[in-house]
């Protein structure tokens, strides 16, 4: 958790995310139907399930990127769907967003794509100041100097993750969402990114919502799993429960090849 929570953030035990009777619907399509779900605060949460589940349906809606149809979300022991705009400030400065493919804005350096929230939320900062910040960002996700004069065209993509990471944590957030961090990549820097976010983690004290379909990152990293089905979320739980929760979609996916093969690595580990 970060040293200093943004005005109208209540540090206590209640769950950095509190989500109850969620419905999100498309149409006739219905996505989520009285979703239930809680996020602990200092924990990496995983969130899998098939394709159509709604995965960054549901990151959006408690980022109040899209208002659902019902229910309520609760987060930092804020309603993240108040019209208040304090409140809704309060969320949007303790929350860093890692968008599939970093989601960098190209015509920008790396340094300048991290300035970016901290002019919007802080202009009153010295420039001075906002270029030393965005630097220390830049090297806590393992980025060197140099890549902050670089544009995202000019980057692999493990770096454009990592600097994608810099911007999520510009505002010293208390928490992170990551959309698919490690989608793309080979299974080295794969690895390495799933060290990077559990480093963060612990050293910053975040807490992690974090969407994946890569198992070795369920296995490495995540301290608890959230399996998105039938429209609601079936468990949420040790990975070591999960396996074990009796859905033909869960037994599928962590007892198939690919999930054997995760489960026999991290045994090595």
Known sequence: MSAQ?????????????????????FGEQVVHENLDLDVRRGEIVGVVGGSGTGKSVLMRAILALRRPQAGSIEVLGVNALSEDRKARLAVERNTGVLYQNGALFSSLTVAENVEVPLKEHYPELPLDLVEDLALLKIRLAGLPDNAATKYP???SGGMRKRAGIARALALDPALLFLDEP???LDPIGAAAFDELIRTLQQALGLT??????????????????????????????????????????VQEYFHGPR?????VAQEKR
Do not use: M
């Not at 109208?8 to 009777?21: H, K, M, Y």
């Not at 399996?227 to 739980?237: F, P, T």
């Not at 999930?259 to 489960?263: D, I, L, N, S, T």
């Open 259 to 263: 999930g054997r093969a995760a489960q």
């Open 182 to 184: 490690t989608a793309g």
């Open 5 to 25: 929570l943004a005005e109208g953030i209540v540090e206590d035990l209640t769950p950095a995310i509190r989500v109850r009777g969620l419905t999100n619907t």
């Open 153 to 155: 065209s000019q980057l």
């Open 208 to 249: 992690v919502f974090l969407i994946t379909h890569d198992l070795d990152t369920l296995y490495t990293i995540c301290d608890r799993v959230a399996v998105l089905a039938d429209r609601r979320v079936l468990v949420n739980a040790p990975l070591s429960e999960v396996e074990k929760y009796d859905h033909p979609w």
